[in-house]
């Protein structure tokens, strides 16, 4: 066989190797369009260490906060990506825009592996989903959805009735019950948790492979191993992903058979039987989404409240005299739409999203075709954005005393408990629901829904913390959903 020319020999691909990353550093440290944003130089030069953070530590949303506190608002986190805390992005990035400018879309990269619904359909597909699936959330759907809140509520309680005084996981209990409220939203019936002490399959997937799909984007940097990594996949895995896709075309199917009456459900609200609304492919994929969005999210914020009540027992004190003052006959006084009720329930959840949102890092968004600006920075097509929420909500100039749970913040000045200290704080910049034409369309269901559950439970029961407890915040990982250890807790019912 002939010798190869000379310029294939292995050192010279060596040193092209070198010369190209090393000049491809060069270029976007001092050349590169977003070379005059601040950030450290090991993020810009390469994609791997930021999707490394991102996918991988579980902690991307601490060192992108130390990164804002040392940088500023606008930082560098990628070649061609920017985290903007909220006081400046929320309406740049993800704000309506008039109508001849073109929406950032959501970055497809984001979502690997995901089959397409609401979350993830690019802009005029998803403009078409929200208008049917939006119907679900209007005040009249929440009113007629209310029983079944009621009835998941009074299977929670009745459960915690039985294990009085003995130390429960609250944050698998919450669990189960906002998965079976949702699910029989969703599917038309509950995945039985509360009933049968268990979590469901269904949702065990979910959980199980949270770090999983995360960890795959990461792999999307490496196309070779990522083939490679499919292939290596358990075959347990796959084989639950794909029951867990049949079990819901499966629940979709019955429940569309089933005529439930007055017991309105999503699927009430959003299904067309005349063909003109969704598919009933893109019913059950939303259906799966809608169970997953308003579950997990609730029950991440319930466990949280709680462990943050367990440690400034003077709030614990003051939320349970709320809510016991207010609500002094039967059970049956607390309802889902009560809210105004109880202002100091309503301002620790708030505080709760700012301290310990759902979602916690930036959902990123791409910039169009025609580039763009944020503030004096020109944005080439393509640029990522994203709104640290971790960072922005925790950040020294938007709050005082921002690592502290002070729900007093979030009264309004004439209640008794107002504190005039908070009074500077930036409230605006708390988006934990996001912003914009893709913003949560179950936030004022999952206000209605938080604030009912904590008034009925904190009127049933006194809960203690244990040792095992402590520091779960600090315990928890986050890779774009929570993953939360158990939060032991005793209870003790209240006659
Ligand atoms: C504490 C409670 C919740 C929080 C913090 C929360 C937060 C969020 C956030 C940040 C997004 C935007 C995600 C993105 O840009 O990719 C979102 C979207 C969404 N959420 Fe929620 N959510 C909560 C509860 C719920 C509930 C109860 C439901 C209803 C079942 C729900 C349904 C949705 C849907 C359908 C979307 C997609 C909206 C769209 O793309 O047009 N969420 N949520």
Redesign the pocket.
């Given at each position: 066989m002939a010798d190869l020319p000379a310029v294939f020999s292995i050192a010279n691909i060596a040193f092209l190797t070198v010369f190209y990353y090393l000049a491809r550093s060069v270029y976007r440290l001092f050349l590169h369009p977003l070379s005059k944003a601040p950030g450290p130089w090991y993020l810009a030069i390469s994609t791997i260490p930021g999707t490394y953070y991102i996918c991988i530590s579980g902690r991307y949303n601490q060192l992108n906060r130390r990164l804002h506190e040392h940088y500023g608002p606008i930082v560098r986190v990628g070649p061609n990506k920017l985290s903007v805390r909220g006081e400046i992005g929320w309406q740049a990035i993800?704000g309506h825009k008039p109508r001849e400018a073109e929406e950032w879309s959501?970055w497809p990269a984001?979502f690997v592996n995901i089959p397409p619904d609401?979350?993830t359909?690019p802009t005029a597909e998803?403009r078409r989903?929200?208008r049917e699936?939006i119907r679900?959330?209007s005040d009249k759907a929440i009113q007629e959805q209310q029983s079944i809140f009621h009835h998941y509520a009074n299977l929670l309680i009745q459960r915690w009735r039985e294990r009085d005084q003995t130390v429960i996981d609250l944050a698998k209990w919450f669990n189960f019950f906002t998965f079976d409220t949702?699910g029989d939203?969703?599917f038309g019936e509950p995945f039985g948790s509360l009933q049968g002490g268990e979590s469901h399959p269904w949702v065990n997937l979910i959980f199980d492979s949270i770090k999983i799909n995360k960890m795959s984007g990461f792999l999307e940097e490496f196309p070779l191993i990522k083939r490679l990594a499919i292939l290596l996949t358990p075959p347990d895995l796959k084989r639950r992903a794909t029951e867990h896709f049949e079990l819901s075309e499966q629940k979709i199917r019955q429940r569309l058979t089933r005529d439930r009456g007055d017991r309105k459900d999503?699927v009430s609200y959003i299904w067309k039987s005349d063909g003109t609304g969704l598919t009933q492919q893109e019913l059950e994929r939303?259906a799966s989404?809608?169970?997953v969005?308003?579950?997990e999210?609730?029950a991440?914020?319930l466990s949280a409240l709680i462990s943050y009540l367990l440690r400034n027992p003077d709030k614990y004190d003051r939320i349970a005299h709320e809510i016991r003052s207010t609500y002094k006959g039967g059970d049956e006084e607390v309802t889902l739409l009560d809210a105004a009720n109880v202002p100091y329930v309503h301002a620790c959840?708030e505080e709760t999203?700012r301290l310990f949102?759902?979602?916690p890092i930036g959902?990123p968004r791409q910039v169009g075709a025609s580039g763009g600006f944020i503030e004096q920075y020109r944005l080439p097509p393509k640029t990522l954005l994203e709104v640290p929420?971790w960072a922005t909500h925790r950040a020294s100039v938007n709050f005082r005393d921002p690592d502290d749970f002070i729900p007093e913040r979030w009264l309004p000045a004439s209640h008794a408990w107002y504190d005039e200290k908070y009074a500077n704080d930036n409230r605006g910049v708390v988006?934990?629901?996001?912003y914009g034409?893709?913003?949560?369309?179950?936030?004022t269901?999952?206000y209605h829904?938080?604030r009912f559950i904590l008034s009925l439970i904190l009127k049933n029961f006194d809960f203690e913390p244990t040792p095992e407890g402590a520091n779960w915040v600090e315990r928890c990982e986050h890779y774009f959903f929570w993953v939360k250890p158990p939060l032991p807790v005793k209870l003790r019912g209240l006659k």
């Open positions: 993800y959501k984001f609401i979350t359909a998803h989903l929200r699936i679900a959330f949702f939203l969703a999503f939303n989404t809608l169970i969005a308003g579950s999210t609730t991440t914020t959840i999203l949102p759902a979602v959902a929420q988006q934990s629901f996001s034409p893709r913003a949560c369309l179950g936030r269901l999952a829904e938080m």
